[in-house]
């Protein structure tokens, strides 16, 4: 089963949901908002893509940070940190696929790939 973590009212998670159901693929969709960020799922993330790619630095959730907040993401702790804090700042859609892989955002050509299409 492909698992997506995200928000449903992002636009990129919307673009993603659509994709899935227009290939026929089941998929379990984890709300951030509702949910939290699982802190399990998380650790996966930072072993699996590192710290780096989790963290929108582009949204509007980091811009709202102070300018101390932001610069104390400096590694994988820090970034957990916030990204537990902050649900929204985890860029989106992350997906885990049913071999393990996680991948962050959203990519078509990567994702057909992946479901072998």
């Known amino acids: 089963m492909i698992d997506v973590y995200g928000i449903p009212n992002c636009d990129t998670v919307k673009r993603a ?3 899935l159901d227009s290939q026929g693929q ?11 960020v699982p802190e399990a799922a998380l650790a996966r993330w930072l072993a699996a893509v590192g710290w780096e790619p989790l963290v929108n630095r582009r949204g509007t ?5 102070d300018e101390g907040a932001r610069q ?3 590694d994988a702790d820090s970034a957990a940190a916030a990204l537990r804090a902050n649900p929204s700042l985890v860029k989106r859609p992350v997906v885990e696929w049913p071999e393990g892989a ?16």
């Open 17 to 19: 949901r659509t994709w």
């Open 26 to 36: 089941a998929y379990t969709f984890h709300d951030f908002k509702k949910q939290g």
């Open 61 to 65: 959730t980091w811009r709202q940070l």
């Open 72 to 74: 104390a993401v400096v």
């Open 102 to 117: 996680v991948t962050v955002g959203f990519d078509a050509e990567v994702w057909k790939a992946r479901i072998g299409r």
